[in-house]
């Protein structure tokens, strides 16, 4: 029963991927990573569909412009929409088509929707967002200082960070300011961490001289 489950849901998100775009039979494109779960799947398809119809940008600003925050006015309408379906899907396609979001947006809340899924809709919409960071190359990294850095810092740190990377690759730099660090930096690239920070230094300066006693 478990795998006939699986297979009935797995059929369920295929059809529903088909609905993000009015094409009928579209061609699935793979995206760039892997990314697993519930959110992985509906973005995977989000992506695929969105493709197929060169409209990869066009669906992330749309996404970029919509606010699906718990407490937001269209966020709550759509995880707690009315419990008239045919009225929720009417509502939720006007505010849609007032923004002119584009028909496989439109097409992917429906589906959402329709699916029970609008709980991990956010969860979704990051997922989404990562395929396209990896899809034009781009590598997040997070640099924590003391204070505000200058702009020859910043070329500094990301012309080394530049040859931790593949040439078709590019850093995108997220500069952030936390005092407590003291000094030094805190740099996060990809699942790579290292901290240079004056706080740590003194942190392990302490440790060693607790264990020379």
Same mark, same amino acid.
């Given at each position: ?16 991927? !088909?609905?993000? =775009?009015?094409?009928?039979? #579209? $061609?699935?494109? @793979? /995206?760039? +990573?892997?990314? %697993? ?72 809340? !429906?589906?959402? =929707?329709?699916?029970?899924? #609008? $709980?991990?809709? @956010? /969860?979704? +919409?990051?997922? %989404? ?85």
């Amino acid at each position: 029963m478990a795998l006939v489950g699986g297979a009935r849901r797995s059929l369920s998100l295929v059809q529903g991927a !088909r609905c993000f =775009s009015s094409t009928p039979a #579209a $061609r699935a494109v @793979q /995206a760039p +990573i892997k990314i %697993y779960g519930i959110e992985g799947r509906y973005a995977h398809a989000l992506f695929s569909a969105a493709a197929s119809k060169n409209l990869l940008n066009e669906v992330e600003a749309d996404l970029n412009m919509l606010d699906v925050r718990t407490g937001t006015t269209f966020g709550d309408f759509v995880v707690n929409p009315p419990a008239n379906r045919a009225e929720k899907y009417r509502v939720m396609e006007e505010a849609l088509t007032a923004v002119k979001c584009n028909e496989v947006t439109r097409g992917f809340f !429906r589906t959402v =929707s329709e699916q029970n899924r #609008a $709980r991990k809709l @956010q /969860a979704i +919409i990051r997922s %989404y967002k990562k395929l396209m960071t990896a899809h034009r190359g781009e590598v997040q990294c997070v640099v924590t200082t003391a204070k505000e850095p200058n702009q020859q810092i910043l070329d500094q740190v990301k012309t080394v960070l530049g040859g931790l990377v593949q040439k078709n690759q590019k850093i995108v730099m997220d500069v952030k300011v936390n005092p407590s660090i003291i000094g030094g930096m805190v740099v996060e690239v990809g699942d790579r961490y290292c901290d240079m920070s004056t706080a740590r230094k003194i942190r392990l300066l302490s440790q060693s001289l607790r264990d020379s006693v």
